[in-house]
Nanobody, 121 residues
Framework: QVQLMESGGGLVQAGGSLRLSCLASGSRFSINAMGWYRQAPGKQRELVGTVRSGGSTDCADSVKGRFTISRDNAKNTVYLQMNSLKPEDTAVYYC???????????????WGQGTQVTVSS
């Protein structure tokens, strides 16, 4: 089993920055892709950005130019650098990973427990 552990959430004023981290831990696994999702109160969970094993990234239009997703393969960690934060960025942010195991067939999806990001106006 792989576990994802997020960190870095908190309270910040509008215009400020936060950096989220997500560490994947376990054994005999490789990561195909990692990403960040968020869910605001009363809204559906939405994709923020993804980074694939080769390093290519995608970000939602709503965060392009403000958020950067990156990955450290050696540390099995994905980061979300969030700049110029807005109150509408307030949400629980979830880490997501698509995992392959060396001893079994298939792709497995895992989620972190979520970390709260609150942006005050």
């Amino acid at each position: 089993q792989v576990q994802l552990m997020e960190s870095g959430g908190g309270l910040v004023q509008a215009g400020g920055s936060l950096r989220l981290s997500c560490l994947a831990s376990g054994s005999r696994f490789s990561i195909n892709a990692m990403g960040w999702y968020r869910q605001a109160p009363g809204k559906q969970r939405e994709l923020v950005g993804t980074v694939r094993s080769g390093g290519s990234t995608d970000c939602a239009d709503s965060v392009k130019g403000r958020f950067t997703i990156s990955r450290d393969n050696a540390k099995n960690t994905v980061y979300l650098q969030m700049n110029s934060l807005k109150p509408e960025d307030t949400a629980v942010y979830y880490c997501n990973a698509e995992i392959a195991y060396s001893d079994r067939i298939g792709r497995y999806i895992y989620w972190g427990q979520g970390t709260q990001v609150t942006v005050s106006s």
